[in-house]
């Protein structure tokens, strides 16, 4: 039994039972497929993370997204900036304790480059109620293309532990038709 | 003592032994105390991580969301040092001193050692568990840099393993012994052959955690400037997430084994048993993949690779094992006498057997609810709406609590009498124990799951939002699934602090074990009437076991449909690129 040695000192010799070896083929090819998958849906499917990351310093990311904001502020809410950029431009939104800065206004069915960093600690953009949840790291611009396909307003909840304010941390996207 | 000791040649030296009445084999002492010691820390801090349990699901259910917030930081972080690093590896240490020196009949080697790992682990644990409750190393027990804890922190956790790193090579030290003075013949038992997958995945993720902590502790006393964010991860999960494959190795090996004891059950195939384990060690990859899914900075070569460890040969050789020890124990029922219809082999069983239920919902929770979410979980473009969710802690409570820590209670019963010779006192209230666990265990699962989905994330003290600028309403489901996780919660707490009660009383109060009463104490076991069609194993003729193929075409089912739902989820998200 399985608490004292092999009966058969040779248990390498004997044959495997059949049900167990259709099972073993079974789920193997599974995996396989599996596999497969993940890989046939960067080819062929709609929902893959960009790899497009570049190395930046916090004061430079943050730089880049003021001048953004500067120039696409349409209006203001809740005392931060809404940026209505024209679509197919290049996004920022940056992460800081405890915001998500700015507030976004996007429009449905175009397609925006958008990029991500993190002014301190590490982040997690959550993107509620769709439910995209990226990682956000200091030092790194991960630039994200997105497409909503929905109108609305949306929340960015913070979803990497932060400290003490995290669970504050909040930022907004609408979308709009 | 009971038994009294002799002293005699065992592993080639003189030790003192007594000789166990169930089995003839000959139980060095010294290893017996180490096991005893191993136990008892680990117990003792699953209660304490328990509790811290206990608040921290009582905090997220939002009608009572008793702590306060920096408490309910402070607590979380307490939780998973106590239970995912400090309760399980003292349990594993214990394992690995049963199944090298007990079970292959040898003295263990270095016992000297041996108490100097757990003096190093105790001292950690205490000094890691102190500066978290000092309040000022609220990282979660991930620490991810630049949060940065105290360094007594980080100098806790590195002595606990160092610790637990000279466990691993004691237990490999006995294997030298113990094969050098011939006390076994052929080759080592399955179960310590689990043990060894675990001991070499432990070593290299031991070794790992050192890379990455060591470091970071000299970060916090200053001597380091900067530590990367990316590749802190990727160190550190490659203990994190790959010693899971030790928790993994060594439960199924408690998964062959109770069954050995109480139904008398074999492998069906030693050869594909072994495999599958070997697969754990060859196909483990850096499982940190599992955790790096959506970072930036890695590529998706990288991240499909590792995550699926290498064309899911790891999970394919979980898969092995799902077959093969409902196989195991269905081969054994059927020659014990229940041949009649497909699963009167399963209705028979002791179930009223603390060990064997423990057992058998560990195995079935594990698969079902933490096998299958684990690999959703782990596809790669799956994981875009799951990362970070509840689903993730959801997720691993089916595999680590479900599974791993109600695998080690079940054995634990087995261990009372075998160790400790101690009668479980109050067998009625233990015959209950693993399904208040089993079932509150699988509700803080499959709650959890439920709110991850509904994009609840984890580590996060108020869903309302109620302090923040801007606000975000979650779905009532969200909050019920919460409400039911904490329900489940005082579940899994009352099964739990059964537990170890049931076996502090055991170990302090329970009647004496001697040859009389052994079997007694093991528990419950059906009739056993051997008959002759089970034998002889390893022949492909000689068996049948319709019952086993049809929970496996279950399962499988179940893994395919769920799979290819969330696949569908995904594909009606927002298109990203
Ligand atoms: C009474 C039993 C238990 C209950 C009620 C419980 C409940 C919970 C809850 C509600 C969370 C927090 C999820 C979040 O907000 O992120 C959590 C986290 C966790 N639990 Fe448990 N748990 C129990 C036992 C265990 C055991 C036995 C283990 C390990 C063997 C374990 C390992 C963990 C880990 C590693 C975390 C993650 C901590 C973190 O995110 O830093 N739990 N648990
Ligand atoms: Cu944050």
């Known amino acids: 039994m399985a608490l004292t040695s092999p009966e058969s000192k040779i248990w390498w010799n004997l044959p495997i039972g059949r049900a167990e070896l259709v099972w073993i083929v079974i789920a193997f090819f599974w995996g396989v497929f599996m596999f497969g998958m993940m890989v046939w849906w960067h080819l062929e499917g709609n929902q893959n993370l960009s790899n497009e990351v570049y190395r930046i310093s916090p004061a430079k990311f943050e730089e880049r997204t003021e001048a953004f904001t500067e120039k696409y502020t349409v209006r203001e809410e809740a005392g931060m900036p809404v940026a209505k950029p024209e679509p197919g431009a290049e996004v920022y939104m940056l992460s800081r304790l405890w915001e998500w800065w700015p507030i976004l206004e996007l429009k449905k069915g175009q397609t925006y480059r958008l990029h991500l960093s993190s002014l301190d600690w590490q982040h997690g953009f959550s993107l509620q109620p769709v439910n995209i949840n990226i990682q956000v790291h200091p030092g790194l611009e991960h630039v994200v293309t997105l497409t909503p396909t929905q109108s609305g307003e949306f929340s960015v909840v913070c979803n990497e532990f932060c400290g003490e304010g995290h669970h504050t941390m909040v930022g907004r996207i609408h979308v709009v038709d | 003592m009971s038994v009294t000791a002799e002293t005699g040649i065992i592993g080639g030296i003189a030790a003192k032994f007594r000789t166990c009445p169930a089995t003839g084999l000959k139980v060095d002492l010294a290893a017996e105390r180490l096991i005893k010691a191993n136990a008892v820390a680990a117990i003792v801090f699953l209660a304490i991580g328990g509790v811290f349990g206990l608040l921290v699901a009582l905090t997220r259910w939002q009608a009572v969301h008793l702590l306060p917030s920096d408490l309910f930081y402070l607590v979380l972080t307490a939780h998973g040092l106590d239970v995912l690093l400090v309760w399980i590896i003292f349990f594993e240490i214990a394992v690995l001193y049963f199944a090298s020196a007990i079970l292959l009949n040898c003295r263990l080697a270095t016992p000297r050692i041996a108490w100097v790992a757990f003096g190093l682990m105790m001292v950690g644990a205490l ?16 620490s991810y840099v630049p949060l940065k804890a105290p360094p007594n922190f980080y100098l806790g956790i590195i002595l606990f393993a160092v610790g637990a790193l000279l466990g691993c090579f004691i237990f490999l030290g006995t294997l030298v012994i113990a094969k050098e003075e011939k006390t076994y013949e052929g080759s080592i038992p399955l179960v310590t052959f689990g043990a060894l997958t675990a001991c070499i995945i432990a070593v290299f993720t031991i070794a790992s955690g050192a890379i990455i902590l060591i470091p970071t502790w000299l970060w916090s006393l200053g001597y380091i400037s900067h530590i990367d964010t990316v590749m802190y991860k990727l160190v550190w999960w490659a203990m994190g997430h790959s010693s899971q494959q030790i928790n993994m190795a060594a439960q199924v ?7 050995a004891i109480l139904l008398g059950a074999k492998p069906l195939s030693e050869k594909v048993s072994r495999s599958a384990f070997l697969m754990y060690i060859l196909f483990l990859q850096l499982a940190s993949a599992h955790h790096m899914l959506v970072e930036p ?29 409902p196989g195991a124990i269905e081969a054994a029922q059927r020659g014990n006498g229940f041949t009649n219809g497909v699963f009167e082999w399963l209705r028979r069983a002791p179930w009223n057997n603390p060990a064997f239920a423990g057992m058998f919902l560990s195995l079935v929770l594990f698969g079902f609810l933490g096998g299958i979410s684990g690999v959703v979980l782990g596809t790669e473009q799956i994981n875009i709406m799951l990362h970070n969710t509840l689903y993730v802690p959801g997720h691993f409570h089916a595999t680590v609590v479900a599974g791993t820590t109600l695998a080690f209670m079940a054995i634990t019963y087995l261990l009372v009498p075998l160790i400790f010779q101690r009668e479980i006192i109050w067998p009625k209230l233990a015959k209950w124990q693993p399904y208040l666990f089993g079932l509150g265990a699988a509700g803080i699962s499959l709650f959890m799951m439920g709110a991850g989905t509904l994009g609840v994330s984890r580590r996060h003290w108020d869903i309302t939002f109620s302090d923040a600028t801007l606000s975000f309403d979650y779905p009532p489901a969200a909050f019920l699934m919460l409400g039911l996780n904490g329900m489940s919660a005082i579940l899994a707490a009352i099964g739990g602090g059964l537990f170890v009660v049931i076996i502090v009383a055991s170990v302090l109060f329970g009647k004496k074990v001697d040859a009389s009463n052994i079997v007694a104490a093991l528990g419950p076991t059906p009739q056993k009437q051997m008959s002759d069609a089970v034998k002889s194993y390893g022949n492909a003729g000689t068996f049948h076991l319709p019952g086993t193929y049809i929970l496996v075409a279950i399962f499988f089912t179940a893994f395919v449909l769920y799979y290819f739902v969330n696949w569908k989820y995904l594909s009606e998200l927002w298109q990203l690129g």
């Open chain 2, 297 to 325: 900075g890695i590529s998706s070569e990288w991240k499909v690779f590792n995550t699926s460890y290498a064309i899911y040969l790891a999970v394919l050789g979980s898969m092995i094992h799902g077959m093969s020890i």
């Open chain 2, 253 to 259: 090996a408690i998964w062959y084994a109770i069954p």
């Open chain 2, 127 to 142: 000094l890691a568990n102190i500066t978290v409750l000092q309040g000022e190393a609220s990282v979660m027990f991930t």
